[in-house]
């Protein structure tokens, strides 16, 4: 890469590091067509990839700032995690199988997905002082299990 390719991943990651502190989400929706179509990124697993590594800087970052506040649900977030790893070695499984064009296809057929599910009304404003107990446990590893294993399957062929 030329130090322009270099300048246009700085801009790309200041402007994905805004979008998820301000909002403390969607940096892989906007990390991968920036590493793609403004970076220059060849190849669509690299920027997936590289995307997650990003965002998950960027989480653990936010992560610290929680924990300092005292905001952390330690024993559901571990829960969480514990299932999204999980989730993860059958999604990096999944995801070596697929070439890199029809990988980000899948990739943003789900962005879509997401989006459309954002734009929904939420049948409630959520539980403020939420607690753990055995009537969340399930819906709890459902979601890590899912995270776990969508993220992995886009980010799995980097690796490989």
């Not at 700085?10 to 994905?16: C, D, E, Q």
């Not at 800087?57 to 995690?81: D, E, P």
Request: aromatic fraction near 12%.
């Amino acid at each position: 890469m030329d130090p322009l390719h270099y300048m246009f991943g700085g801009i790309s990651g200041m402007l994905v590091g805004f979008v998820l502190g301000l909002v403390g989400g969607g940096g892989s929706i906007l990390a991968v067509p920036l590493l793609l179509y403004f970076v220059g990124v060849k190849n669509p697993h690299e920027a997936i990839g590289t995307s997650a590594l990003a965002v998950a800087a960027n989480a653990s970052i936010g992560l610290w700032n929680h924990a300092k506040a005292g905001t952390v649900n330690w024993r559901c977030g571990g829960l969480y995690a514990a299932a999204g790893i999980l989730g993860a070695f059958g999604g990096s499984t999944l995801g070596k199988n697929f070439d890199g064009q029809k990988l980000l296809f899948l990739f943003a057929l789900l962005m879509i997905a997401v989006a459309g599910l954002m734009f929904r009304n939420r049948k409630s404003e959520g539980v403020e002082n939420a607690t753990f107990n055995a009537a969340t446990v399930g819906r709890i590893l459902g979601f890590g299990f899912g995270t776990g294993l969508f993220q992995a399957f886009s980010a799995s062929a980097a690796v490989s």
